[in-house]
């Protein structure tokens, strides 16, 4: 089955500093990648989408300057916090679409938890 | 605009009773329906998906489930509890295929009682 990677798994920081996560699909070319947010006991929140060499789209209320997405190739997406605050501590899910196989569906990745202290 | 709603944040069952969990939905358009599971500090594995096809979708594990439309719904159930079904799980509306962006419910805490 399809594969994606979330590195790294779990990062604490300072609060001010910035962190990067990457989304990486393994065997297959993900058109589209898709970061979500969930807080503890919570759904996952779509905070933007992005497609491959293009300009990420963000969801109502996402602040664009403060979460930075990069789709560079069709195997990889970055996401980064910049000037993290306690607030920003939280688990980030990415999720790639495109075709695995015979199957076009969306394959999430293990997911990235933040702590900013 | 699309959106879920799930029934029930938490479901309690003993093993080997029937498993239950309800999602509605709302969509403008025909719909796509998939049913997630996460385990704790896990990202979400597909259970099984509604893309138009067969009503009665079966997935992993010995879930299926019914969509129907007239009823807006895509309840998702097992015949028999196993302790590892133990999880969180996610009903997710979209309006096409894998490029489309995902809207979630709320999630079901489902517990399996020994």
């Known amino acids: 089955g399809a594969v994606v990677s979330q590195h790294p798994s779990w990062v604490i920081c300072k609060s001010g500093t910035s962190v990067k996560i990457e989304c990486r699909s393994l065997?297959?070319?993900?058109?589209?990648m898709f970061w979500y947010r969930q807080f503890p006991k919570q759904s996952l929140m779509l905070m933007a989408t992005?497609?491959?060499?293009?300009?990420?789209?963000?969801e109502q209320g996402v602040e664009k300057d403060k979460f930075l997405i990069n789709h560079a190739s069709l195997t990889l997406s970055t996401l980064t916090v910049t000037s993290a605050h306690p607030e920003d501590s939280s688990f980030y899910i990415c999720?790639?679409?495109?075709?695995?196989?015979?199957?076009?569906?969306?394959?999430f990745g293990p997911g990235t938890r933040l702590t900013v202290t | 605009a699309q959106s879920v709603t799930q029934l029930g944040s938490h479901v309690s069952v003993s093993e080997g009773a029937l498993v239950l969990l309800r999602c509605n939905y709302s969509?403008?358009?025909?719909?796509?329906l998939f049913w997630y599971v996460q385990y704790p500090n896990q990202g979400l594995q597909l259970l099984l998906k509604?893309?138009?096809?067969?009503?009665l979708v079966k997935g992993i594990n010995g879930f299926e489930a019914e969509f129907k439309k007239s009823e807006t719904s895509f309840h998702l159930t097992k015949p028999s509890a196993h302790m590892s079904d133990a999880a969180e799980y996610f009903c997710?509306?979209?309006?096409?295929?894998?490029?489309?962006?995902?809207?979630f419910g709320k999630g079901t805490l489902l517990t399996v009682n020994p």
């Open positions: 969509s403008s358009v025909p719909p796509y």
């Open positions: 065997d297959f070319q993900a058109t589209t």
């Open positions: 999720s790639a679409g495109g075709r695995a196989g015979a199957s076009y569906e969306q394959y």
């Open positions: 992005s497609n491959e060499g293009s300009k990420a789209t963000y």
């Open positions: 509604y893309t138009s096809a067969a009503t």
């Open positions: 997710a509306v979209s309006r096409g295929g894998s490029n489309y962006k995902l809207t």
